[in-house]
């Protein structure tokens, strides 16, 4: 690997686990919809599945109600702050490399406001030099889209890149970026 100079984070369940405000606060936003849903069926079958998908796995299929039904899921999101863990070490590493001159980004398929509200709760904000959320890409994870645009913008190689992922579309993802790359979860 040539030297490194970008480091590319996913967010949830890598950087940060959101399981349990990501479950509570969709269950809250169902059940005020009329569906139920456990917290273990939740994380069972579909943490980190993109809202539009998993509201239609679950019975919603009009592009009106999922909009509605994701806004207030945004909403619901900080009451369930305090479920929410930072990976330390991972953290901490990024910041010791960061006073070298290395970038960090996140690089997420959640939307840039859960992540931003996240990131503003754990005082997350400035250890960070950008984001690109599921909102900034036309083909998300197991594409490599995401990865390849932070790359471009901080004008550095796959070679001189790391990502920390934990899921398997990310892996692949990270794989299909030709960067190096490292499984990381919190789980």
């Not at 969709?26 to 079958?45: D, F, N, R, S, V």
């Not at 920390?164 to 790359?181: M, Q």
């Amino acid at each position: 690997m040539a030297q490194l100079k970008l480091i590319l984070l996913d967010f949830d369940g890598t950087l940060v686990d959101t399981r349990e405000a990501n479950a509570l606060a969709y269950i809250a936003t169902l059940e005020e919809a009329g569906i139920k849903i456990t917290q273990e069926e939740y994380l069972a079958h579909y943490f980190g599945v993109r809202c539009p998908e998993f509201m239609r796995m679950v019975g919603v299929t009009d592009p009106e109600k999922i909009k509605a039904l994701r806004q207030r899921k945004v909403e619901l999101y900080p009451n369930y702050f305090s479920t929410v863990k930072l990976n330390e070490p991972l953290w901490s590493w990024c910041q010791m490399l960061r006073t070298t001159g290395v970038k960090v980004w996140i690089v997420s398929t959640g939307h840039r406001d859960n992540i931003a509200n996240v990131m503003q709760f754990l005082h997350l904000e400035y250890g960070i030099d950008g984001i690109i959320s599921g909102d900034d890409v036309e083909r998300p994870k197991p594409y490599p889209d995401c990865f390849l645009k932070a790359m471009e913008l901080e004008g550095v190689l796959p070679s001189e890149t790391i990502i920390f992922e934990d899921s398997a579309v990310g892996i692949e993802a990270a794989r299909l970026s030709g960067a190096a790359y490292s499984i990381i979860s919190m789980e």
